[in-house]
């Protein structure tokens, strides 16, 4: 690649971080680290860049979080309980797997396992 134009695009995240007047650079960048929307987009950055794909603004992840969260607070907690339906759905056929139990091949598609409890 020698022309400017050739080079791949600039893949860089990019967090913008607000100070309010009565805070530190400390305490803005403390109140990032411990805030539920900002964490929330640093997983869903890391752990399914694969199925959004890389083009999506990290701020712009961050403020449908917080769509969300406000909508919750609004009383509205339809978007989550569609989430918690769906990932209890998505990790249902796989819990058993995961606890070592075995697949039965009977048409009700049913999980078996032995429980030893000490």
Known sequence: MSKASDKAPDKTKVLEVAKMPDQTEAQAVAWVAV?????????????QSNTVGNDVSFMALIE??????DQSKGGDLSHLEAMLISQATACRPSSP??????????????WSHSWAWP
């Open 35 to 47: 805030n539920p929307e900002t964490n929330a987009a640093f997983v869903i950055d890391a752990f």
């Open 64 to 69: 449908a979080l917080r769509k969300s969260t």
């Open 97 to 110: 797997a995961l606890r070592g139990g075995r697949r039965t091949s009977n048409i009700s598609n049913t």
